[in-house]
Nanobody, 123 residues
Framework: VQLQASGGGLVQAGGSLRLSCTAS????????MAWFRQGPGKEREFVAT????????YYLESVKGRFTVSRDNAKNTLSLQMDSLKPEDTAVYYC?????????????????WGQGTLVTVSS
């Protein structure tokens, strides 16, 4: 099973990026999914999560109103639209699939991790 994240890059503060995560070898349409990130010298932290049908989402407080998580189960794809980016958003972003169908903020509940994509926001 593989989760492939893409869409990272270098952007100026205030800019936007859209991350995508595509699953191969199996479908995740019945799993809750999420984005986590790990900044330089920091622990990996929760960013956004979405339930299996997209009906429930939760966000890290500092990204609320700027980031939007979505999914397209027909395409087996998870996305994260990031607007009004700030230098403190600089991190490697990881997509994740949970063992359960509902949304979650807990790393301990992750069943599969993607390989990460680097987002760098310059000031």
């Amino acid at each position: 099973v593989q989760l492939q994240a893409s869409g990272g890059g270098l952007v100026q503060a205030g800019g936007s990026l859209r991350l995508s995560c595509t699953a191969s070898r199996r479908t995740f349409s019945n799993n809750g999914m999420a984005w986590f990130r790990q900044g330089p010298g920091k622990e990996r932290e929760f960013v956004a999560t979405i339930s299996w049908n997209g009906g429930t989402t939760y966000y890290l407080e500092s990204v609320k109103g700027r980031f939007t998580v979505s999914r397209d189960n027909a395409k087996n794809t998870l996305s994260l639209q990031m607007d009004s980016l700030k230098p403190e958003d600089t991190a490697v972003y990881y997509c994740a699939a949970f063992r359960r169908a509902s949304a979650s903020t807990e790393r301990s509940e992750v069943q599969y991790w993607g390989q990460g994509t680097l987002v760098t926001v310059s000031s």
